[in-house]
Antibody
Framework: QVHLQQWGAGLLKPSETLSLTCAVY????????WSWIRQSPGKGLEWIGE???????NYNPSLYGRVIMSVDTSTKQIFLNLSSVTAADTAVYYC?????????WGKGTAVTVSS | SVLTQPPSVSAAPGQEVTISCSGT????????VSWYQHLPGSAPKLLIS???KRPSGIPDRFSGSKSGTSATLGISGLQTGDEADYYC????????????FGGGTKLTVL
């Protein structure tokens, strides 16, 4: 059964870099896009971006210049880096399998940005 | 949000409710729509993909449809456990092929 396990630092200071890892337990890793989505307190879901097994990426334009996604196919892990964080980046971050058909989700990682 | 959903809907147990999602020709008008259920403290769950397809394990009380630039999620036989936030999603090829989520609709089962 497909399973996503995610982790990363939960408390950051402004201007630091958010780094999250999502381990994919899925035989079909190479056949999918893998996405990151976040939900800020009191707000809806926001798509951060996606990456495929070849490292091809597509990002939300609102995060251009700050977001980098990468992939390690040997360990089946995908990575999210978001630089220069502010309080507005406080959110629960999810990794998920797919693009708009997000059929498997990680449990989410709560990230708080506070001085 | 580019995709517009009503902020809230409510209905009694056993009744039926619909949640709308309005977009444009460059997103809903030409792309598949998915729907997600988000319960507090849990990860979102895919309810409907490709406008009207239910993944394995999703009861047929949940249905999806699309017409023009709008999509609709239907939930029949409402249960108290259906109380959650519901989101539509699609992608837009006029905006660098980004994925869009609706603003979300809070369903209250009275």
């Amino acid at each position: 059964q497909v399973h996503l396990q995610q982790w990363g630092a939960g408390l950051l200071k402004p201007s630091e870099t958010l780094s999250l890892t999502c381990a994919v337990y899925d035989r079909s890793f190479s056949g999918y896009y893998w996405s990151w989505i976040r939900q800020s307190p009191g707000k809806g879901l926001e798509w951060i971006g996606e990456i495929n097994h070849s490292g091809g990426t597509n990002y939300n334009p609102s995060l251009y210049g700050r977001v980098i996604m990468s992939v390690d196919t040997s360990t089946k892990q995908i990575f999210l880096n978001l630089s220069s964080v502010t309080a507005a980046d406080t959110a629960v971050y999810y990794c998920a399998r797919g693009k708009t058909k997000l059929d498997v989700w990680g449990k989410g990682t709560a990230v708080t940005v506070s001085s | 949000s580019v995709l517009t959903q009503p902020p809230s809907v409510s209905a009694a147990p056993g009744q039926e409710v619909t949640i709308s999602c309005s977009g444009t020709r460059s997103n809903i008008g030409n792309k598949y729509v998915s729907w997600y259920q988000h319960l507090p403290g849990s990860a979102p769950k895919l309810l409907i993909s490709d406008n009207n397809k239910r993944p394995s394990g999703i009861p047929d009380r949940f249905s999806g449809s699309k017409s023009g630039t709008s999509a609709t999620l239907g939930i029949s036989g409402l249960q108290t456990g259906d109380e959650a936030d519901y989101y539509c999603a699609t992608w837009d090829n006029s905006l660098s092929a980004i994925v869009l989520f609706g603003g979300g609709t809070k369903l209250t089962v009275l």
